[in-house]
């Protein structure tokens, strides 16, 4: 699926008021059941109105619930321990994969074909962060992970074995974001540090070779969080990535797809603030419409904004009780984007909107 923001994120962000506003056209927040879950589930869209969701549980195996028909289904166990959040994709052929650490720190990971769950595939390759996975084409699934020496560590997935690692950018400080660009190609960003000062950097893998790692700037403290949002080639952009800084706002820097530099990148805009390290998650609404929820470090509540017709709306709360986790958003039916967050009880919760 080819998506196309018209617009430059970046360039109407010092245009968004931080001031919350009144929610907009979201849902009641839905319980997925009573299991308590450990960390942030990771949600992909499996069709028009379905998604399924897998989190780590309490007791250190992954567990997956999906959302059809109006409900969730209750939170199934599956095999395996592991030790991280989950980072799930769909394959392109119709399956969801999703990468995770195991129990003895390795990359492993998990198949959904429709109807039942395989068991762990392990890579034997040691990591030291939560895996980010992404499609790379139809059948092939990259993941990436900060290794236990602080490179950027990567491996393919083909549907039945994991390739050879391949070790890229030194000193990532935390997990890096790895996301498909819907034209064959994936790109990685973490916050690492470069020339003894902490910025952000990234790497393009075409499917052959990596194309070098670009330092991008920025000071940063939250992990990044990166989706497509248009085809290679085109000039509005093929990958958006938001990261939150010091000053707890969120900043956003998109890649146009064009070639492989820094001038490829829009540079970065706030668009908000006043938001917890790693608690924001964003998704495609609509092929120009994005938008993005976070949990607010002031009332720990969930807040979002959305970016259509060339402009950012302003940070506006949805509510809820106070969360922990999350979000994980997904792709919805019906032009809409739903978010799950898990609560102080450590049970997760869905919304949906705008």
Request: glycine residues 14%; negative net charge; aromatic residues 8%.
């Amino acid at each position: 699926m080819k998506h196309r923001i018209f617009v430059s994120l970046v360039a109407l962000g010092a245009a968004v008021l931080l001031t919350p506003l009144a929610s907009a056209t979201w849902s009641g927040f839905r319980s997925l059941g009573t299991t308590k879950v450990v960390g942030t589930p990771s949600c992909v869209q499996l069709g028009s109105d379905e998604v399924i969701c897998v989190a780590q549980s309490q007791q250190h195996s992954l567990m997956a619930n999906e959302f059809a028909g109006g409900k969730w289904s209750g939170w199934t166990n599956l095999s395996g321990t592991v030790t991280s959040n989950p980072s799930c994709v769909i394959d392109g052929t119709g399956s969801v994969f999703c990468g995770v650490t195991s129990a003895t720190n390795t990359l492993t990971g998990t198949l959904f074909n429709g109807k039942k769950w395989s068991s762990l595939i392990d890579s034997g390759g040691l990591i030291d962060s939560n895996p980010s996975c992404a499609l790379l084409r139809a059948g092939r699934v990259l993941c990436g992970a900060r290794s236990q020496t602080g490179t950027l560590t990567t491996s393919v997935f083909d549907g039945t074995t994991w390739g050879k690692f391949s070790s890229q950018a030194s000193g990532l400080l935390n997990a890096p974001a790895c996301t498909g660009d819907d034209d064959g190609n994936v790109i990685c960003e973490a916050n690492a540090i470069v020339n003894n000062a902490t910025t952000t950097i990234a790497d393009l893998f075409d499917g052959s070779r990596w194309q070098g790692v670009l330092t991008l700037g920025g000071y940063f403290i939250g992990p990044p969080s990166c989706l497509a949002v248009d085809k290679k080639g085109t000039v509005e952009g093929g990958v958006a990535c938001i990261v939150l800084g010091g000053n707890d706002a969120v900043w956003v820097n998109q890649f146009n797809g064009n070639g492989w530099n820094t001038g490829d990148w829009t540079g970065w805009g706030q668009i908000t603030g006043n938001v917890y390290p790693g608690a924001y998650s964003c998704a495609l609404e609509s092929s120009d419409t994005i938008v993005c929820g976070f949990i607010n470090v002031q009332d720990s509540l969930f807040y979002e904004q959305t970016y259509t017709n060339g402009s950012w709306t302003g940070y506006n709360k949805v509510g809820g009780s106070p969360f922990t986790a999350g979000p994980s958003c997904a792709t919805y039916a019906s032009e809409k984007v739903m978010c799950v967050l898990v609560g102080l009880n450590n049970q997760g919760v869905s919304v949906t909107g705008p």
